[in-house]
């Protein structure tokens, strides 16, 4: 069997044809067959550009909400959701111009991963806005307190005869009015103010050292996940 090698598929190298022919045996009588076997082997200069570096991005781009400010959470919130629908989105697309098959190929291992991290980077985000909010929840109650401040006096002392005042017999005896003031008048809305005049603001510095934390994390497993997925995919001698 001969083909024309300029005939090329956008997907898949040609690597060898072999032909063979043997005869089958049949209810209606012997025929004889034709075989043909090619052997096909992948571009990865295709799957690079069309899934893996659009995939690898997104990974790449779910990051930026660790260098947002705790407190951006509709930027931190729309990202993380954009990027895993986008991940989804892609695995969808792949699995049409695949042949589907009973067993999970590289593909499949690769944006389950990328899948895991994005969505990672979202429950991340989550737990720094919960962490973030606790200053505002839990913080003011503990601030906020009553205190009476009490001012006592007695009624004046009267004349009955004439029915006037004596001046200068006023003595302090019983609770006549108290006044109650708002303790956290003296602390910030989201933290404790010091006689410096400095915040102490304990959860959010907790949520933005997981964020820093993260920024150094996710792209050191990410990394570790490329090559451990490359070197054992690369390396797979083909059958």
Known sequence: MEYNEHIKMPQFNVINITTSSEESQLRLGNFSTLMARFTLERVMGFYIVHTFLPSFLLVMLSWITFWLHVDATPARASLGITTVLTVTTQVSASRFTL?????PT???????????FVFSALLEFALVNYIYLLDIRVRPSKQTGTKSVYATTEPSSMDVSNNSFVPGEYKP???????KYDSSSAATKNGIANNAGETFKPYVQYAQRIDRIS???????FTFFNVLFW????HEPTN
Not at 99 to 103: A, D, H, I, L, M
Not at 215 to 221: N, Q, S, T, Y
Not at 231 to 234: D, V
């Open 215 to 221: 920024r150094v994390v996710f792209p050191l497993l």
């Open 231 to 234: 070197s054992i995919y690369l």
């Open 106 to 116: 590289a593909l499949d291992i690769w944006f389950s991963g990328c899948l895991m």
């Open 173 to 179: 005896k019983t609770d006549i009015f108290a006044v």
């Open 99 to 103: 042949p589907e098959v009973s067993y």
